[in-house]
């Protein structure tokens, strides 16, 4: 019951996105050159306009709970997509999403927002000292937890999304990557907190 709510509910905001979506030949060009398909780009565009629901148009989510997008490793949202798509990784709104995409789809819009950029935020008191467990990490997340081709951008992410994610690895709710599974279940949640603040005031 509750997933036809919500596939219903985002099949209607699809539509109306679309009813809205570009449809003279510039507007069309410009989805294109921003990396969305050339076929059927009023409806994929739609696609893409529903994920800012969330993730925000400007590319803050709405909720901290939900990862910032734009500027992340394109292999990563790819990966990602994939793994809603086949039930690896677990959120109903985004397993839905996963489904109404093509392969080629998926591609697209894993590259349109990692050429985005990292919202910016003000500034806020200065970083604290790295905990100790930070150069583990740091091994596949790259200095400053700037992410790169072994793993994705951390820093500037929520500590809400963060720890939860940590929890979510450390007790076997999430299990789309192994390593990161291991490594959570090692670390105290003492230690996941102190982790997770520290990465999102970078």
């Keep these: 019951m509750i997933n036809n709510h919500v596939s219903t509910a985002f099949r209607a905001l699809v539509v109306l996105v679309a ?120 091994a596949c997340h790259q200095q400053n937890f700037a992410g790169g081709v072994p793993a994705p951008r951390l820093a500037g992410q929520s500590y809400e999304y963060l720890v939860e994610a940590m929890r979510r690895y450390a007790e076997g709710e999430r299990a789309n990557n192994a390593d990161m599974a291991n490594l959570m279940k090692v670390l105290s949640p003492a230690e996941r907190e102190t982790m997770a603040r520290y990465i999102s005031g970078l």
Aim: hydrophobic share 40%; charged share 15%.
């Design 19 to 138: 009813l809205t979506a570009p449809t003279n030949a510039a507007e069309r060009t410009a989805l294109v050159s921003q990396g969305i398909a050339p076929t059927g780009e009023r409806e994929y565009g739609a696609k893409l306009l529903v994920c800012a629901i969330c993730h925000g148009e400007k590319g803050v989510p709405k909720n901290p709970m939900i990862p910032v997008i734009w500027g992340q490793q394109e292999n990563y949202l790819l990966k990602q997509l994939h793994d809603f798509e086949s039930g690896n990784r677990d959120f109903e709104a985004m397993a839905w999403t996963a489904s109404t995409l093509s392969q080629s789809e998926m591609a697209s819009a894993a590259a349109y927002f990692a050429k985005k950029s990292w919202p910016a935020r003000s500034i806020g008191a200065a970083a604290a000292p790295p905990p100790a467990t930070a150069a583990v990490c740091q």
